[in-house]
């Protein structure tokens, strides 16, 4: 989170409007609100995509107040991820993604394999930010 110091309440609004307007995430009506990632391509070496795209591409529609985070991996490291509970995005070799929920550092279930469509992606993504196990 951010912190901007000695904002009067009457200027809150366009203080909010103007972070929004840089790309920063004010409210929780926006889909990347529970969204991370790690560098990805271009920025890291090890890393099989550029998560950070792909995830915009996937994140069309807020989410609900109850979904569960979502971190993107470039790779295996999943460097940045969350503690407790979230959807684990793992890019691979293939060029696709494996699409599971974590809980507590254990995978829960057989991640779901996703390469080539970007649609079936997203829609595996928000299957599983809504699936509490």
Known sequence: GVVVPGVRRDRAPGALDA???AGLVTGDRSPWTGVNACVGRPGCAKSLADVR???AAALPVAPP???LPVHWSG???RCGHPRGEWVDVVA???GGYRVSVVRDGVRTGEPEHVAGDPAALATAVA???T???
């Open 75 to 77: 790779c295996e490291r």
């Open 131 to 133: 699936t509490r196990n």
């Open 65 to 67: 107040r109850t979904a």
């Open 19 to 21: 972070l929004e307007a």
């Open 53 to 55: 795209g792909d995830a």
């Open 127 to 129: 299957t599983a930010r």
């Open 92 to 94: 691979g070799p293939d």
